[in-house]
């Protein structure tokens, strides 16, 4: 069975700290997709990325990177430079390849406050 | 375009009586999912929706849950002689294809049921 794991309950930084989230999951497919989603106060998932287990690329995207390392099963995501507006219920999400859908497995997530 | 929504936002039921959760997908969306959120809490799957195909109902924590989909319109989630553990945000998704695990989910604001 997948599974997904956010050790960090809560984090707090002070604005224009670095934060890292951690991801760590658990799947027997070795085709597979993990996903990023913030939720902010207002309760709305928000898509931040999709990658696929055969692209372990960092990627950037303005002050959003991830580190997708498939020997530790990790898929961290580091926000540079934290704002307010970072502040929000962050969560990772895994799903395998089915030809029958593609649910998502969630791990508990990690709520960031960032402190003017 | 529209995002997914979601109707009501919130509703409050005594215990025991029905409630109606209702989702309309993004316009051409052929898969819908919903989730259910507890307090603090990940995501938990419920049912999916693939066009005509069967649902996976393989989430539904009881029989007191059923979902209907007609076609690639709306959907709604009822749960029948609510209990309190039901109390939680009930969230929907749609995605372009929902085939293959590679998908995105895009998600609705989903709905904060409260069963007094």
């Known amino acids: 069975a997948q599974k997904v794991t956010q050790a960090q309950t809560e984090i707090s930084v002070v604005e224009k700290e670095d934060v890292t989230l951690d991801c760590v999951y658990e799947t027997r497919d070795t085709t597979y997709y993990l996903f990023w989603y913030k939720q902010p106060p207002s309760g709305e998932l928000v898509f931040l990325i999709r990658?696929?287990?055969?692209?372990?690329q960092n990627e950037i995207s303005g002050r959003y990177s991830w580190n997708f390392q498939k020997s530790t099963s990790s898929f961290n995501f580091t926000i540079t430079a934290s704002q307010v507006v970072d502040s929000a219920v962050y969560f990772c999400a895994l799903s395998e390849l089915k030809a029958a859908g593609n649910k998502l497995t969630f791990g508990g997530g990690t709520r960031v406050l960032v402190k003017p | 375009g529209a995002g997914v929504s979601q109707s009501p936002s919130n509703k409050v039921t005594e215990k025991g009586k029905d409630v109606e959760l209702r989702c309309d997908p993004i316009s051409g969306h052929t898969a819908l999912y919903w989730y259910r959120q507890r307090l603090g809490q990940g995501l938990e799957f419920l049912i999916y929706?693939?066009?005509?195909?069967?649902?996976?109902k393989s989430g539904l924590p009881s029989d007191r849950f059923s979902a209907e989909r007609t076609g690639e319109s709306v959907s709604t989630l009822t749960i029948q002689r609510t209990q309190q553990e039901d109390s939680a945000v009930y969230l929907c998704?749609?995605?372009?294809?929902?085939?293959?695990?590679?998908?995105?989910?895009?998600f609705g604001p989903g709905t904060r049921l409260t069963v007094l």
């Open positions: 998704a749609s995605s372009a294809i929902g085939a293959g695990g590679r998908d995105t989910q895009y």
């Open positions: 990658r696929n287990s055969f692209d372990e």
């Open positions: 929706f693939q066009g005509n195909s069967a649902p996976d």
